[in-house]
């Protein structure tokens, strides 16, 4: 098979290869070991396939393409960049899009190899057009650039050929293009700051990163929506945290909740906002943002009491996020009667709402009602209790009803909400007085699908491994719950039949 590779290789670096030997070479190239490909390919070969990039015809290129993807892959990058330089680059200025795609992921592979990065960074102009790359319509194409670029700056020598460099011009220069290509340059620059202290270091001392702010507390309100994402990322890690608190951005984001009641427009970046403070709450302490925020749960709470279905859905993920743990759980439990009533609203709006609401109310409520066992002490027992009953007259029969309808994400959302409940002494009782609820849970013909049949074995799982289920079910289900287990999410009991002498 090797031999008739660099047969077919041969024929195409004479240009003597029609497109039906291209096709049958695209499919031998796959079916040939890595090892035997390196071991036979010439320099020759391969500046011939790139050279046949260079007709106009889509599907000599398409297959050229394929060809090459499998070959330089069985390549060493410092190989490729060595040799290829100039076939590189003028793939980075081909007008089809697959080229350019081609060449920047390999670019991408050159730059995650410590000998050969080197060979990288001292080719300026290669690095220029990949930059200019992020200026191209097909998103395609300049995301494969923002990660490439993102690769490059995973190391010092990287972070200074881009930020110290005539290349920050050039990043400055393709950011004018239009507001897209914009924002694109400030995902990439989110993402080299979230990497270390270090790199968001390089990104602030560029004046991206006050640009990037600068636009989020501006006058615009589209604008901000956009931005406010970029900067949540930020906020992700410890670093990126400390710096928007030291440059003051989080009293400014709080600032503007304040006076968006003010703002008829406010509806449009509103939910970022809170989301932001969502996110922070979880990954910093939910007691000290929302002590030092009262804006940001004052908000979420008037999100949530609203009329206004894209309001309530931010309200509840934000309210999930913030449930999420323990912390968080005890500050909405100081809320008190607001929040019992909110709750009941939440449990309303499983019922009652559009699908997609539903599925975030489900979503939150799982996340609001979880405790890890180590976790569980009177105290959170008694709450998530009392929360539970809040949420509806019946809940237990409310999310059951849900988990029958004929919609398979609410089906799995109910489940959900039963194994966030599952392992809790008080939920396990519940189940057991509820009359036919173990039987629901242990009978596999109610679930239609792969998703329905996962989500039932994970409920069937958080109750087998609680420790006081044994207890409380008793042995007879318990010995149910287990055998289900063992079975698997899939087992079909076999049903025997007899042969009838005489039947059809």
Same mark, same amino acid.
């Given at each position: 098979?090797?031999?008739?590779?660099?047969?077919?290789?041969?024929?195409?670096?004479?240009?003597?290869?029609?497109?039906?030997?291209?096709?049958?070479?695209?499919?031998?190239?796959?079916?040939?070991?890595?090892?035997?490909?390196?071991?036979?390919?010439?320099? +020759?070969? &391969?500046? #011939? $396939? =790139?050279?046949?990039?260079?007709?106009? /015809?889509?599907?000599? !290129?398409? @297959?050229?393409?394929? *060809?090459?993807?499998?070959?330089?892959?069985?390549?060493?990058?410092?190989?490729?960049?060595?040799?290829?330089?100039?076939?590189?680059?003028?793939?980075?200025?081909?007008?089809?899009?697959?080229?350019?795609?081609?060449?920047?992921?390999?670019?991408?592979?050159?730059?995650?190899?410590?000998?050969?990065?080197?060979?990288?960074?001292?080719?300026?102009?290669?690095?220029?057009?990949?930059?200019?790359?992020?200026?191209?319509?097909?998103?395609?194409?300049?995301?494969?650039?923002?990660?490439?670029?993102?690769?490059?700056?995973?190391?010092? +020598?990287? &972070?200074? #050929? $881009? =930020?110290?460099?005539?290349?920050?011009? /050039?990043?400055?220069? !393709?950011? @004018?293009?239009?507001? *897209?290509?914009?924002?694109?340059?400030?995902?990439?620059?989110?993402?080299?700051?979230?990497?270390?202290?270090?790199?968001?270091?390089?990104?602030?001392?560029?004046?991206?990163?006050?640009?990037?702010?600068?636009?989020?507390?501006?006058?615009?309100?589209?604008?901000?929506?956009?931005?406010?994402?970029?900067?949540?990322?930020?906020?992700?890690?410890?670093?990126?945290?400390?710096?928007?608190?030291?440059?003051?951005?989080?009293?400014?984001?709080?600032?503007?909740?304040?006076?968006?009641?003010?703002?008829?427009?406010?509806?449009?970046?509103?939910?970022?906002?809170?989301? =932001?403070?969502?996110?922070?709450?979880?990954?910093?302490?939910?007691?000290?943002?929302?002590?030092?925020?009262?804006?940001?749960?004052?908000?979420?709470?008037?999100?949530?009491?609203?009329?206004?279905?894209?309001?309530?859905?931010?309200?509840?993920?934000?309210?999930?996020?913030?449930?999420?743990?323990?912390?968080?759980?005890?500050?909405?439990?100081?809320?008190?009667?607001?929040?019992?009533?909110?709750?009941?609203?939440?449990?309303?709006?499983?019922?009652?709402?559009?699908?997609?609401?539903?599925?975030?109310?489900?979503?939150?409520?799982?996340?609001?009602?979880?405790?890890?066992?180590?976790?569980?002490?009177?105290?959170?027992?008694?709450?998530?209790?009392?929360?539970?009953?809040?949420?509806?007259?019946?809940?237990?029969?409310?999310?059951?009803?849900?988990?029958?309808?004929?919609?398979?994400?609410?089906?799995?959302?109910?489940?959900?909400?039963?194994?966030?409940?599952?392992?809790?002494?008080?939920?396990?009782?519940?189940?057991?007085?509820?009359?036919?609820?173990?039987?629901?849970?242990?009978?596999?013909?109610?679930?239609?699908?792969?998703?329905?049949?996962?989500?039932?074995?994970?409920?069937?799982?958080?109750?087998?491994?609680?420790?006081?289920?044994?207890?409380?079910?008793?042995?007879?289900?318990?010995?149910?719950?287990?055998?289900?287990?063992?079975?698997?999410?899939?087992?079909?009991?076999?049903?025997?039949?007899?042969?009838?002498?005489?039947?059809?």
């Amino acid at each position: 098979m090797a031999e008739a590779v660099v047969e077919l290789l041969e024929r195409a670096a004479r240009r003597e290869a029609p497109l039906e030997e291209l096709r049958a070479l695209r499919l031998a190239v796959q079916a040939v070991p890595p090892a035997a490909l390196r071991a036979r390919l010439s320099d +020759d070969h &391969l500046g #011939a $396939l =790139f050279a046949l990039l260079s007709v106009n /015809d889509r599907e000599q !290129v398409s @297959a050229c393409i394929s *060809i090459l993807e499998r070959l330089l892959q069985a390549l060493d990058p410092l190989y490729v960049i060595q040799n290829l330089r100039e076939e590189l680059q003028k793939g980075l200025f081909h007008p089809d899009d697959s080229v350019k795609i081609l060449t920047i992921s390999q670019v991408g592979r050159i730059v995650e190899d410590s000998d050969a990065v080197t060979e990288i960074l001292n080719s300026p102009e290669l690095l220029r057009q990949i930059i200019n790359c992020i200026g191209g319509e097909k998103i395609a194409v300049a995301k494969e650039a923002i990660k490439s670029l993102s690769r490059i700056a995973q190391t010092q +020598d990287g &972070l200074e #050929a $881009l =930020f110290v460099s005539s290349l920050l011009s /050039d990043l400055k220069n !393709v950011m @004018a293009t239009n507001d *897209i290509v914009r924002y694109r340059v400030y995902e990439l620059i989110v993402e080299i700051s979230s990497v270390s202290a270090d790199s968001l270091n390089y990104c602030a001392n560029s004046g991206l990163i006050s640009e990037l702010i600068g636009e989020l507390t501006g006058d615009d309100v589209l604008v901000r929506a956009t931005c406010i994402e970029m900067v949540t990322s930020l906020a992700h890690t410890p670093h990126g945290r400390q710096y928007l608190a030291q440059q003051g951005i989080i009293d400014k984001i709080s600032n503007i909740i304040v006076g968006a009641e003010s703002d008829p427009f406010s509806g449009f970046y509103l939910p970022g906002f809170v989301k =932001f403070f969502g996110n922070l709450a979880v990954v910093d302490s939910p007691q000290q943002i929302c002590e030092r925020y009262p804006v940001f749960m004052e908000k979420v709470f008037e999100m949530a009491e609203s009329h206004d279905p894209t309001m309530i859905g931010v309200a509840v993920d934000t309210l999930g996020i913030l449930g999420s743990n323990v912390e968080g759980k005890q500050v909405l439990q100081k809320t008190r009667s607001r929040f019992q009533n909110l709750l009941s609203r939440i449990g309303h709006q499983a019922k009652n709402a559009p699908t997609e609401l539903r599925l975030r109310c489900l979503d939150a409520i799982s996340s609001l009602l979880y405790l890890p066992p180590e976790q569980q002490t009177e105290d959170l027992l008694r709450m998530t209790e009392s929360w539970f009953t809040s949420l509806s007259s019946q809940p237990l029969e409310l999310f059951r009803s849900i988990s029958t309808q004929p919609f398979p994400d609410l089906h799995c959302g109910a489940l959900q909400v039963f194994t966030a409940i599952a392992n809790q002494p008080w939920a396990q009782k519940l189940m057991l007085d509820t009359p036919g609820f173990v039987e629901y849970v242990v009978d596999r013909s109610v679930e239609p699908d792969k998703a329905s049949k996962d989500a039932k074995y994970e409920l069937v799982k958080a109750l087998v491994n609680s420790k006081t289920i044994a207890e409380i079910f008793g042995n007879q289900y318990y010995l149910r719950l287990r055998a289900y287990l063992r079975e698997g999410p899939y087992y079909v009991k076999a049903v025997s039949t007899t042969a009838v002498e005489g039947a059809e």
